[in-house]
Nanobody
């Protein structure tokens, strides 16, 4: 099995910054991608950012230019630096790990941006 431990969520004012972390452990073999999705109330889960594990290539959803994803391969950890936060960024942020053996999700961390 795979365990994903997320941290870094919280409450911040609009224009502020937060940094999320997600550390993977367990059966972390054949990783293809690792990243973040988010789900706001009444909305579908959407891609925030993901990173291709072998090449380190990042992919972004609508947050491109404000958020930056990075990784520490040795620690099997991804980070999401979120700058210029907006109230519409308020959501539960879920860590996602994809391997050749399956697709795994963290429990989610709440990010709330006040106006």
């Amino acid at each position: 099995q795979v365990q994903l431990v997320e941290s870094g969520g919280g409450l911040v004012q609009a224009g502020g910054s937060l940094r999320l972390s997600c550390a993977a452990s367990g059966r972390t073999v054949s990783i293809t991608n690792m990243g973040w999705y988010r789900q706001a109330p009444g909305k579908e889960r959407e891609l925030v950012a993901s990173i291709n594990w072998s090449g380190g290539i990042p992919y972004y959803g609508s947050v491109k230019g404000r958020f930056t994803i990075s990784r520490d391969s040795a620690k099997i950890t991804v980070y999401l630096q979120m700058n210029s936060l907006k109230p519409e960024d308020t959501a539960i942020y879920y860590c996602n790990l994809r391997t050749l053996l399956g697709n795994f999700w963290g429990q989610g961390t709440q990010v709330t941006v006040s106006s």
